[in-house]
Each structure stands twice: as structure tokens, then as C-alpha cells.
């Protein structure tokens, strides 16, 4: 495998705030006041209630949103358009998730052809042996464990030019042991890049560490895929 994904550089690597973000008021909002804080090496936890307001959430964290109160941050700047262009929505229902149907393996190479890049066999095999993934190439995603599902999905959300925030939805939606899509986030947020977990699970005070599972995996060099959105996952919407 190629030399891995680097890491932003520190002068760089972007701290994500969302400072009591909120739309609408009282019992009925559509998003109550939202805080939290993302930066290399320590992930942010945003907290929400209800089935529609994780995506809510996930689209004002990025920049995707605006909200009717509350400031959202980059590096201490309020920058909406920097957050939008700096950022990628993972697993993000109805937004930013794939077709539950698809194959590991379809998805890496129907991405690999959207971003013009060489989409070979070989290529794809190359992609999942760097992830850790050649046991379930041909598994539907929808019945890959979780902490695989978080750790592909962000990997190639972060091959994007430009990419060092990644706004995570809900991945307890799916199951599998917490700890172990947590350690996932962990590990990509030591590489500095700012994760923002946009979550419905109580986790308030649940620690975020690193294990040897969370380890095994390499990050995808941009020599060897592309940019994310294709046929086999719906777009990210930049507006």
C-alpha cells in the first residue's frame, strides 16, 4: 500500500464549534440548541432527540443549514462557507448514505469511476485490503458491522479535496457494540481531522479511546481512490 492519507498539518487542522445552534423554540423545535466542540485528536459529541433531528443537525454542523440561532465556528470564525467546503456528511439518512443493497466492493468502485480515478479490480482490492475490509468485499453494506461501515464511509469521505471535517450521523442506528464505531472516530480524529458525532444515544461522559481493532486499518492514499458521491451513494449537497 501507498503512503497513507496525510495528516492536516497542525497550523491547519480546523476546530469545529457549534455554539447553541438552534431552529424554532420551545418543546416543538425543530432543532433545540445544539453545542459542541471538534478538533484534531478529540472528537465533538452532539447530542439530539427525535428520528428527523440527527439529519437537521448533521446538515447545519456542516454548513449545509443555517440556523435561526447560535453561531457555528471555525477556528473561532464564524465561516459558514468555509465549513461547507471543508466538511463531508457520513452516513447521514437520506443525504449522505448508501444504498443498503450495495456490496463493499461496488461502492468503492462506483466511486472510484464518479471521481475519474483508475477503477480496476485490482484497484478496489487495493482500497479494501488498506481498510481492513476483504472479508465482507461482497457482503451488502447494510449487513457490514458498524465500526467497518463508519471506518469505510469516512475514509472515503475524506479522499475529497479539501476534506478535514467529517459531521457523522447516527451510526448507533445500526447496531454493534458502541465502543467499537467509537474507536473508529477516535482514530480518525488523531490524524487531525475534526470529527463531529451527531448522535441520538446518551453517551454524555462515555470515554473515546483507542483499541487494536480501531488500529488495523490504513488510511486510503489519494493515489489510490477518489473523491466521494457516485451512482452508489447519494450526493452530498455543497448549498
Same mark, same amino acid.
Given at each position: 500500500?501507498?503512503?497513507?492519507?496525510?495528516?492536516?498539518?497542525?497550523?491547519?487542522?480546523?476546530?469545529?464549534? @457549534?455554539?447553541?445552534?438552534?431552529?424554532?423554540?420551545?418543546?416543538?423545535?425543530?432543532?433545540?440548541?445544539?453545542?459542541?466542540?471538534?478538533?484534531?485528536?478529540?472528537?465533538?459529541?452532539?447530542?439530539?432527540?427525535?428520528?428527523?433531528?440527527?439529519?437537521?443537525?448533521?446538515?447545519?454542523?456542516?454548513?449545509?443549514?443555517?440556523?435561526?440561532?447560535?453561531?457555528? @465556528? &471555525?477556528?473561532?470564525?464564524?465561516?459558514?462557507?468555509?465549513?461547507?467546503?471543508?466538511?463531508? #456528511?457520513?452516513?447521514?439518512?437520506?443525504?449522505?448514505?448508501?444504498?443498503?443493497? @450495495?456490496?463493499?466492493?461496488?461502492?468503492?468502485?462506483?466511486?472510484? &469511476?464518479?471521481?475519474?480515478?483508475?477503477?480496476?479490480?485490482?484497484?478496489?482490492?487495493?482500497?479494501?485490503?488498506?481498510?481492513?475490509?476483504?472479508?465482507?468485499?461482497?457482503?451488502?453494506?447494510?449487513?457490514?458491522?458498524?465500526?467497518?461501515?463508519?471506518?469505510?464511509?469516512?475514509?472515503?469521505? #475524506?479522499?475529497?479535496?479539501?476534506?478535514?471535517?467529517?459531521?457523522?450521523?447516527?451510526?448507533?442506528?445500526?447496531?454493534?457494540? &458502541?465502543?467499537? =464505531?467509537?474507536?473508529?472516530? =477516535?482514530? &480518525?480524529?488523531?490524524?487531525?481531522?475534526?470529527?463531529?458525532?451527531?448522535?441520538?444515544?446518551?453517551?454524555?461522559?462515555?470515554? @473515546?479511546?483507542?483499541?487494536?481493532?480501531?488500529?488495523?486499518?490504513?488510511?486510503?492514499?489519494?493515489?489510490?481512490?477518489?473523491?466521494?458521491?457516485?451512482?452508489?451513494?447519494?450526493?452530498?449537497?455543497?448549498?
Amino acid at each position: 500500500m501507498s503512503n497513507p492519507a496525510t495528516k492536516p498539518d497542525s497550523a491547519t487542522s480546523p476546530v469545529l464549534r @457549534l455554539a447553541g445552534l438552534a431552529i424554532g423554540s420551545g418543546p416543538g423545535a425543530v432543532l433545540p440548541a445544539l453545542s459542541a466542540t471538534a478538533q484534531p485528536g478529540a472528537p465533538g459529541v452532539a447530542f439530539v432527540e427525535t428520528e428527523e433531528t440527527p439529519v437537521i443537525a448533521s446538515l447545519v454542523a456542516a454548513g449545509r443549514m443555517v440556523a435561526e440561532r447560535g453561531r457555528l @465556528l &471555525i477556528d473561532g470564525i464564524e465561516d459558514r462557507a468555509a465549513v461547507r467546503t471543508r466538511s463531508a #456528511l457520513v452516513d447521514t439518512p437520506g443525504v449522505a448514505e448508501p444504498f443498503p443493497v @450495495l456490496t463493499l466492493r461496488q461502492i468503492i468502485s462506483e466511486e472510484l &469511476i464518479f471521481a475519474d480515478q483508475h477503477a480496476s479490480p485490482d484497484a478496489v482490492s487495493t482500497v479494501l485490503e488498506a481498510l481492513g475490509a476483504q472479508p465482507f468485499e461482497h457482503t451488502q453494506i447494510q449487513h457490514v458491522p458498524t465500526h467497518l461501515r463508519i471506518r469505510l464511509l469516512s475514509e472515503l469521505a #475524506l479522499l475529497r479535496d479539501g476534506v478535514d471535517i467529517l459531521v457523522v450521523t447516527t451510526p448507533e442506528r445500526h447496531g454493534g457494540p &458502541i465502543d467499537a =464505531w467509537f474507536n473508529e472516530i =477516535w482514530t &480518525i480524529a488523531q490524524r487531525g481531522i475534526a470529527v463531529m458525532l451527531i448522535t441520538s444515544y446518551p453517551i454524555s461522559g462515555h470515554p @473515546l479511546r483507542s483499541s487494536p481493532a480501531a488500529d488495523q486499518s490504513t488510511p486510503i492514499s489519494k493515489e489510490v481512490s477518489g473523491s466521494l458521491t457516485s451512482t452508489g451513494h447519494l450526493h452530498d449537497p455543497q448549498e
